[in-house]
């Protein structure tokens, strides 16, 4: 009983892995990509061969003070910055766009709902408690 819970448990955990990975897989390809090409920029060889030792010195030799080091870091880098950055603005704009309409199709009518329901209730405890006081002998009016 208990091993074939944990069969299908492990069975979940690897087709979550799975997804996960399918899901990775385009977006590391994509960042892989992105990097040789900052890399080939910054005046390395990005041959499937190249060591990390290799690429370093490569740059390094393309790149003999800090100065032109960074600068051309940033020239290497521009275009992605911007891109990361247009995305991260429409991904904002998007969320912003999602909680909004959530808001006003969810929230926003359970909470006039509960107002509303809250307000007629408090509403007759007040008629009932000036009744009650109004009833009760030996109140001054």
Do not use: C
Request: aromatic share 6%; glycine share 2%; no cysteine.
């Amino acid at each position: 009983m208990m091993q074939n819970s944990f069969k299908n448990s492990l069975g979940d955990v690897n087709s979550a892995r799975e997804q996960l990975i399918q899901k990775l897989r385009p977006q590391l390809k994509k960042a892989s990509a992105e990097l040789k090409k900052v890399l080939q920029e910054m005046g390395a060889d990005v041959s499937e061969s190249s060591s990390t030792a290799t690429i370093l010195k490569d740059i390094h030799s393309r790149n003999p003070t800090f100065r032109s080091l960074v600068t051309r870091f940033d020239v290497a880098t521009y275009d992605l910055r911007k891109q990361l950055w247009w995305k991260a603005n429409m991904m904002t704009a998007y969320v912003t766009d999602k909680a909004e309409q959530t808001y006003t199709v969810d929230v926003k009518p359970k909470m006039e709902h509960a107002r509303t329901r809250t307000e007629a209730k408090a509403r007759s405890l007040m008629i009932r408690v000036r009744e009650l006081t109004a009833r009760t002998p030996g109140t001054r009016n």
